[in-house]
């Protein structure tokens, strides 16, 4: 039976259209909104403002594909996900896409079968500690009390650092980033533990930010990026591409200001390619040709997009370290638009 | 000549299925046993069907592999390197531990702060009314939220205690340090230890029993054995002679005395929490997050139980209370021996159900972080295997069998309270 | 010497009683100081009480009111106080009270939930309040359903309208087909056509209905349902769908046939013996897996189903204490009238045993209302969940006190008052009983 039908007294109450297996972009567009899965909330992340708007640097991500598929920035319906719904959010077809800062590990890639479209932000697990302790090194923390957010990779990287490391310590797991930040800030725990980035974050909205330090061990690989299902490659595509699109346009120099006087007055073919003026790439993405324009219009380039959310100018204040361009001896590395 | 002819034996005609009253009730079981088995084969195909989609056939496979992540509040011993199936269990325990706890502190309190809502104190009456409307009317998830904040917050961090000029310090002869991550109190120590037997081997369910502790437990109960049979003796001897012989002493005597010379002979002394390195060192440590749920949870409850215990004692009619007083027992033990023990019977039915909630509403540990098995099974463990379906089930499994077994004792001692009524 | 007298023979006049035994004093002796035991806890209850005011007064009085960020707060409080502890920076609650109460539902749509409201309570008056309400305005309760869904998730008027008109058909082929094929019958007739009505025929419907005559309001998603409307209306919704269901469970329950009975224990044994947050993991993880292929409800419903189920099963209890109380003379009276099963329980049971239940459906919708607060925990935006994003943006991050304080709040306004009124019906209950 069409289930369509089954439940078509129920449409009005809230149901949403049911999610094919076959593509996702044709759903998107037939809906006209993207359904993109973020967190319930982490500074500059994610956050909705008092309009109910969202915000944040992986919110951005949701809005370039949105304005790359849709032509519309706003056509983003934000799915609030947690640690434990936001696989079977992305896997059931609530989701189109889960922008989330989700490390990617091979777990994740193979056993629950999403793919990784890319990195967005490179991150590792650090630890921050009071200066007042007078500890420089993680390998100091014998016996410490550690709290973790609960729910992601961390707590498993702890417990392999301070294993292979011999030492001891009193694991706090803790649900949310400002509990964390409550506990640390008591000396409820000496030290808190998660991404560096989250960390910076934290530190940064104390009242005395000096207080306390970063140090210097980073224990874990964190690359975070979008994902999508598995199986659906032209959707996998578009999502890669759009997030290639705003690093690239930061590497050749192509801001939101520029973007429209600079597709009609380069010279340099790739930004040609890029921007639609030369050759059919939208065409082969099953996007029209200024797909790129739009995303980058969107919310600028990479480099907008982390200096307005994250940047140093923000109250977060990350610097651009790993997540430099290539050229600058960062990690970010676009493939080439050809 | 009349003949007189049976009537005629009746068909048996498919209508009357529904319409002979023989007939309708099988009917109607048989019909509703086939919607619920047409409903379950539809849910269990349509899992079939999904999670072939998927790709993740039930399988519980992943209970076998480590886990790889650390439990703070562990009864037995645990390493990360464990099973899936240990951390489990390490959670299941936790979730005892807290429910037990909580519902003792829950009646204790309850009890106190029910006959003090009767109190004729018009201030403490009110304080009381103030208490149980506060805590019915907020949900238990702010509770234990707050309860969790307040304690963070109003008590020191170990790093007060460091230092030439601390600004705290630890109580009762520095022996029970009290910081905002959890109470220290001393711990007793053996050291001429029997040691443990081990049991189950290398198992995910492999665990000790101290015979230390076994043979405090066996002192103990020949102790309460032997004092019963002297109070037995005594009464007889009441009974016959209608002196009754002082035993007070020899009873002291009994529960101290072996008591004394089994801990003498273990060598039995406190280890007593130091401040070392980050945290305090010995002793028995609970936890901030145990605390903190423990009393949100016990104080929640207790308003509940403590409405109970006053509409049980309301139930029992003035006259008893007037009888005590005639036969001139004093208004505390009227209350102790004789309104209480009959208001039991009313309190003791929606009493189960307060304990059922309590236990149930332990699942909000996560909230502190508390590592229950909502926080192992349901949450880490769920969380790095993906295996929702399976945890998710067996995490249900898990409270109902707690539930039913809670119901099960609850309903026993139900009865034999009853037993006693005439 | 007759007129010594050594009786006194006019009356003393009547002296007033002494100063410690009437007024403030008297009443104080009597109520706080009557024994040195009392007069302890007294002593030691106003030191209590004064040490928590103590605290608290300052921290709700002495505070900042107008405040963009948690930043600006704390310099106005060093400005003023010199100090950041011990003040409340209530310019959150200002910032974001409109969101703390209606989540993200569009600012000028905010009459929509609040209409809904006032039409609750004034639908719920000739139950609630049934000797001061005219019984006319149980035309609003039975209307009230479907009028809520339109209100609150707006869309073409004849979504509900059908969803409505499928229980007309049910209720016309029952009442006319009673007399041609018989009660059961005509009941089992009436529901099979509304299922299929609703089923097959209203989708199509609607959907032809909607394109030629386009009648209806803004749409919201539910989505956007958050903050302390999404608490009342899951509660509400659990509550009003789980009551049909509940008798239903309840009557089961007490009835004789065996198979039936067993079904209904089970049902509601294993939802009272799980706790609430497993089903919620249930709807927000599992539900889909359990739903045919392709199906995909949206998480606000999928919770509205599980919280159905979980009321359901105590809804269930309720009701069969209210079946239990009922006296066994008005089952017999019932019989000796020789009125079938469904017409003792429409005509003579169920109007009494539900009267009785309502301060137990009362209590059973506070605790599912305080429960709802659990969804925070599967990412849903209820009051709980927005506090936490509130933490989370940049302006806002690092306050506690103040959110959880207003939440309290609210919950206690509402939940109190209810349980009120649930003490106020049992008085009146009592009194007709005896």
Known sequence: MNKSVVFGALTVAGLAASAAAAGTMDDVKARGTLNCGVTTGLVGFAAPDANGEWNGFDVSVCRAVAAAVLGDASAVTFVPTTGKTRFTALASGEIDLLARNTTWTFSRDVDLKFTFVGVNYYDGQGFMVPKELGVSSAKDLDGATVCIQTGTTTELNLADFFRTNNISYEPVPIETNAEAQQQYLAGACDVYTTDASGLAATRASFEDPAGHALLPEIISKEPLGPLVRHGDNEWGDVVRWTLNAIITAEELGVTSANVAEIASSTDNPEIKRLLGSEGTLGEMLGLDAEWAKRAIMAGGNYGEIFAKNIGEETPIGLARGLNAQWTEGGLLYSPPFR | MTTLTDPPKEQFRLSMLLYDTRYRSATIQVIAMLCFMLLAAWLINNTAQNLAALGKPIDFGFFSEPASYDINQRLLEYTSRDTHLRAALMGLLNTLVVAVLGCITATIIGVFVGVLRLSSNWLVARIMTVYVEMFRNVPVLLWIVLAMAIMIESLPAPRAFRGEDPTATMKLFDSVAITNRGVYVPEFLFSRSLGNIHLFGDSSLRFDISLDLMAVLVVLALSIFAMRKVAAKAAATQEATGDRPKIWYIQLGLLFVPMAILLTVLGCHFGYPELKGFNFKGGTYMRNSLIALWLALSLYTAAFIAEIVRAGILAISKGQTEAASALGIRPGKTMRLVILPQALRVIIPPMISNYLNLTKNSSLAIAVGYMDITGTMGGITMNQTGRELECVLLLMLAYLIISLSISAVMNWYNNSVKLVER | ?434
Not at chain 3, 229 to 255: D, E, F, K, T, W
């Open chain 3, 1 to 434: 010497m007759s007129d010594v007298s050594f009786v006194r023979t006019e009356m003393l006049p009547e002296k007033a009683p002494p100063a410690s035994e009437v007024g403030v004093i008297g009443w104080a002796r009597h109520n706080l100081f009557s024994g040195w035991f009392n007069s302890a806890l007294t002593i030691v209850s106003i030191a209590a009480i004064y040490y928590v005011l103590s605290g608290v007064f300052p921290w709700v009085f002495q505070s900042v009111w107008n405040a963009d960020s948690l930043g600006e707060c704390r310099e106005i409080m060093k400005a003023t106080w010199g100090s950041t502890h011990g003040h409340a920076c209530w310019g959150v609650i200002n910032d974001r009270w409109e969101q703390l109460l209606f989540g993200f539902y569009p600012s000028e749509l905010y009459w929509r939930p609040i209409v809904s409201l006032i039409l609750l309570l004034a639908a719920l008056s000739p139950i609630l309040f049934a000797d001061r309400v005219s019984p006319k305005m149980l035309i609003l309760t039975t209307a009230y359903p479907f009028l809520m869904v339109f209100l609150m998730w707006g869309g073409t008027i004849w979504g509900p309208l059908s969803a409505a008109f499928g229980f007309v058909i049910a209720y016309l082929i029952i009442k006319y087909a009673t007399e041609a094929v018989g009660e059961l019958f005509a009941m089992i007739a009436g529901v099979a056509v509304a299922v299929i009505w609703w089923l097959l025929l209203s989708g199509p419907i609607v959907e032809a209905l909607s394109s030629a005559m386009p009648i209806g309001i803004e749409a919201v998603a539910s989505r956007k349902f958050g903050g302390f409307m999404l608490a009342i209306l899951l509660g509400v919704v659990a509550i009003g769908v789980s009551l049909p269901i509940g008798i239903v469970l309840a009557l089961g329950r007490q009835s004789d046939l065996l198979i039936v009975k067993a079904l209904c224990v089970g049902f509601i044994e294993f939802i009272r013996g799980v706790p609430l947050i497993t089903l919620l993991f249930v709807a927000s993880l599992l539900l889909n897996i359990f739903l045919p292929p392709g199906t995909n409800f949206d998480i606000i419903l999928r919770v509205m189903i599980m919280m159905t189920l979980f009321s359901a099963a105590y809804m269930a209890e309720v009701i069969r204490g209210g079946l239990a109380a009922l006296p066994r003379g008005q089952y017999e009276g019932a019989d000796s009238l020789g009125l079938d099963y469904w017409q003792a329980q429409r005509l003579i049971i169920m109007p009494q045993a539900l009267k009785i239940s309502i301060p137990g459906i009362v209590s059973t919708f506070i605790g599912i209302f305080k429960d709802t607060t659990l969804v925070s925990i599967i990412g849903l935006f209820d009051v709980i969940g927005l506090a936490s994003a509130i933490r989370a943006d940049t302006a806002w991050n690092g306050i506690y006190w103040e959110l959880f304080a207003f939440i309290a709040f609210l919950f206690f306004i509402v939940c109190f008052s209810m349980s009120r009124y649930s003490m106020y019906l049992e008085r009146k209950l009592q009194t007709g009983h005896h």
